[in-house]
């Protein structure tokens, strides 16, 4: 039995990961701004002991402390800790707010980073852990009409990469996930085509199989991640050149 941070966890794939978890016999804390979808399932007599939560906003690097003492506190040590919750939206420079910007930034980026600042000291004090940052294939470019978005994923990408080699030598291992397009309330409100979209639930077991496999970075689906892959590469003026003509945007 292993325990499992969860960050996210009320909606979407964290609560995906988190039911999935629970049904495979592990412990779950769950951690989310809204906690009573979380509470009904705590109530539900096969997961009795096995699930406890917290009322998070992960951008407040207090509050994530808080929560990481709390789960420390009930499950005595954290095998996986799943750095979920995230936002999406749109930051236009036709009508820019630096505030909104910040405000993704501070979810998507910091929303991991604080929780990492307590984390990490302690499973280097217990000699092994795994921490799991579920970014974005968006954080290949900027795409225009989600610079916010692609720039916060990219940022996180990169810290994760920096954080894998440096944490490895202390038995940690650091996942990078990087979804495309699942169906969750959060694409839902997406008015656009998202191509090669997946089910969460087939999202849920990639990520899980992924992070037993002990992968350092888990890519999905294969054909969003063929393309964005080729979107990367290519050269700067022809990007520039298809952002000209198509408002392409990849919130996955």
Sequence with gaps: MKNILITGASRGIGRSLAERYLKQGDRVFAVARNVSDIAE???????????????????????????????????????????????????????????????????????????????????????????VGISSLADSRGFAGSAAYSSSKSALSCALEAARAELKSSNINVITVRPGFVRTDMTAKNRFKMPFLMDVDRATEIIINGIESDKKRINFPLPTTLLTTLVKIIPGNLFDLMMGKYRIRIDG
Excluded: W
Aim: aromatic share 12%; proline share 1%.
């Design 41 to 131: 399932l705590a109530r539900e007599a096969e997961y009795s002991g096995r699930l406890a939560f917290a009322q998070c906003d992960v951008s407040s690097n207090a509050a994530a402390a808080d929560c990481i003492n709390e789960a420390y506190s009930k499950f005595g040590h954290i095998d996986i800790a799943i750095l979920n919750a995230g936002i999406s939206g749109s930051e236009s420079f036709l009508n820019f707010s630096a505030d909104n910007f910040r405000k993704i930034f501070d979810t998507n980026l910091f929303g991991v980073l604080n929780f990492m600042e307590y984390i990490v000291p302690k499973m280097r004090e217990s000699g092994s852990g795994t921490i």
